[in-house]
């Protein structure tokens, strides 16, 4: 693989980015623009109603955030100008044709125009309502392939999924796609046209029955639940963006085609400056919590491997796939960007560095202003330590506050109240993550590990996009990066 540069190949451009608001999407977009001021254009396709609308999401959700404060500074008084004369707003919707774009000239304009798709929309939740979820992460993928093909010039399209597509399989998880029909437990019968039906379905009957909104969503989650595990994946989320994944496969023809499955994606490591972090992220719910005296304890193989990429190492993976397969007719290339090969991090170093961080940094309780003593967590190791422990420390203590507190006319409400949510806080995590925390697999890179050599035998520009897990130390990281990086977001 002979690569040329990333800069030269990213000039005077057009590029088409799907889900602009999102997490991934505002680094890539802040990156390119940094690194490349003459790329000719960007597309930024967000959910709006209209072009104002749009526009006002853009302005608070995308440039109005601090991850733009390198390229502010950089541009000076011409930070505006410069933006708006890269990038054109679309107000649209990947879960419908034509990407909801109803303005005529401008698809015609796009279609003339685009060089490069990117793939960035996305419902993340694990328990997502199976509707939104397939709208999104599975027909949606099939739009978004639609409206490249109708692209004239179009050198790749670069769809970002998840390596957790694995589900709880266990061993080396390789870079390689899922066939459609395929299942992760043998059982037959997969079939994407099918799931909508099934959805479909139970909607109509839903609204024949006149349900409520609320049962409508809870019914919708419980029904996205029960069809991935019936296939053998653990949730929502990874069931429906596998067969994203396999949709595309199948209907790609002659678009070249490049899926980026990255791991748990935490905070920048270095660009445009260390431990930018936006929402609360996976393993960012446990660290607030601990930080927050919530969690003492918790579930899990403390040999167990997390595998965390930071989220600039992300978007220079794309970056650099992007220009090493445009113009590959008909190819479909897999990379897994992740650290448990080259660089493993298991829950057991995470739970030290948590400890010493908030040891250190104690978190202050907004109520008395007193900072919150941490201890160490209790890993447990197995399902039923797990259930002995909350059977012992929470649920008979919760049990006795209940009697108390009927018994002294609600006089320990509050107290009954703090402990009740904070069980359900625990479980709810387990409920969610549990799946990931005995995972005995770790993700094969030998693809990401190519396009790394063959990136740095070509001497493209290393220094601007690095990707490599192998120079992050986990403690520096966590300790100086990321939880700080956390911490401030949280009291923004």
């Known amino acids: 693989m002979e690569l040329t540069s990333v800069l030269n190949f990213l000039e005077n451009r057009t590029i088409l980015v799907t889900g602009a608001t999102g997490f991934l999407a505002k680094i890539f977009v802040e990156k390119i623009l940094r690194v490349q001021p003459n790329v000719k254009k960007l597309y930024l396709l967000l959910r709006a109603a209209d072009d104002k609308s749009a526009m006002q999401r853009f302005n608070n959700e995308v440039v109005g955030k601090d991850l733009f404060k390198v390229l502010r500074e950089k541009c000076g008084p011409n930070f505006t100008t410069f933006v708006s004369q890269r990038t054109t707003i679309v107000p649209g919707d990947i879960t419908c044709e034509n990407l909801g774009v109803n303005d005529t000239n401008l698809l015609e304009q796009m279609w003339k125009e685009v060089d490069i798709v990117v793939n960035l929309a996305a419902t993340t939740n694990f328990d997502e309502r199976y509707d939104v979820a397939l709208g999104l992460n599975t027909f949606g993928a099939r739009h978004v392939l639609n409206f490249a093909k ?62 409520s909104e609320k049962s409508i969503t809870t019914t919708m989650k419980e029904l996205g639940l029960e069809r991935a595990r019936k296939y053998g994946w653990p949730n929502t989320y990874v069931f429906t963006k596998a067969m994203g994944e396999m949709l595309l496969g199948k209907l790609k023809e002659e678009v070249p085609l490049v899926i980026n499955r990255p791991t748990i994606i935490t905070s920048t490591f270095k660009e445009p400056f260390p431990g930018w972090v936006e929402g609360i992220r996976t393993i960012d719910s446990l660290a607030v919590g601990y930080g927050k005296g919530r969690i003492t304890c918790f579930l899990g193989n403390p040999k167990t491997i997390l595998d965390v990429i930071p989220a600039d190492m992300v978007v220079n993976s794309m970056i650099v796939a992007m220009m090493a397969h445009a113009d590959q007719k008909g190819s479909e290339t897999i990379y897994q960007i992740g650290s448990s090969v080259s660089n493993p991090l298991n829950i057991t170093n995470l739970r030290d560095y948590g400890f010493n961080y908030f040891r250190k940094n104690p978190w202050i309780n907004k109520v008395d202003g007193k900072p919150i003593i941490v201890g160490k967590v209790n890993v447990l190791s197995s399902m039923d330590s797990f259930q002995r422990y909350m059977a012992l420390h929470y649920m008979l203590p919760l049990k006795g506050l209940e009697i108390v507190n009927a018994a002294f006319c609600q006089y320990f409400q509050g107290k009954y109240l703090e402990l009740y949510r904070k069980i359900k806080f625990v479980m709810r995590l387990i409920d969610l993550y549990g799946p990931y925390l005995f995972l005995k697999a770790a993700f094969d890179d030998l693809n990401t590990e190519k396009l790394r050599m063959a990136a740095k035998e070509s001497g493209i520009e290393p220094e601007i996009f690095y990707f490599d897990p192998k120079i992050i130390n986990w403690e520096d990281y966590f300790m100086k990066i990321h939880l700080p990086g956390v911490v401030r977001y949280v009291f923004k």
């Open 150 to 211: 109708k692209c004239n010039k179009l050198k790749v399209l670069l769809h970002v999924s998840t390596a957790y597509v694995c589900g709880e399989k266990e061993g080396l998880m390789l870079e390689k796609p899922y066939y459609m029909g395929e299942t992760l437990n043998g059982t037959l019968g997969l079939d994407i046209e099918a799931e909508k039906k099934v959805m479909d379905e139970k909607l109509k009957q839903l609204n024949a029955e006149n349900a």
